[in-house]
């Protein structure tokens, strides 16, 4: 995917916001309540979008910031004790490293999220940190790992593939 350090700066842009944008619209929408209405999330309106891209403009910084101090590379150790490219197929190498960053980026993004939104904003005791970190980390884990399996990174890879195609010669 990326070859040049300006790639992966652009990659990784794109991976930080298509992660954050999914992310803040099902957090919005269960802020707003529409996990709770009769029909669930499929009961949701546009007016989850306006406050989900604005908290994204900057979560989608936050992420960007942590994975490339430490969550990518987290990611590719994992994948690295868990899969061999040169034996197996490179999608569950892919897979098993998408794993792996999730699985540090989500607890990661949610004790800032519990930080920002729960203890900075909304006012709660710090002293309760730990028991919203962990309700924010089980209410997001599931939804980071497919959004980011299914959406996101597809997203990131079809959007960085038109940004810089593969040159093939002939």
Known sequence: MPKTKTQGIIFGLIMSYAMAIG???YNIAIKMGFNLNMGGFSSMTNAVFPAAL????????????????YGNRVGAAFSAK??????DNPYFCQLIR????IAVMCPTMSM?????FNVILAGQPVTQLPAIW????????????????????????W????????????
């Open 23 to 25: 992310m803040e619209v």
């Open 54 to 69: 604005i908290e994204a403009g900057y979560m989608g910084l936050f992420v960007f910031l942590f994975s490339n101090l």
């Open 82 to 87: 868990v899969s061999d490219p040169a034996k």
């Open 98 to 101: 998408q794993a792996g960053t």
């Open 112 to 116: 800032v999220a519990s930080i920002l």
């Open 134 to 157: 962990v309700g924010t980390v089980i209410k997001n884990f599931p939804m980071a790992f497919f959004w980011n399996m299914f959406a996101a990174a597809p997203l990131t890879r």
């Open 159 to 170: 959007l960085f593939g038109k940004l810089f195609p593969v040159k093939t010669h002939v």
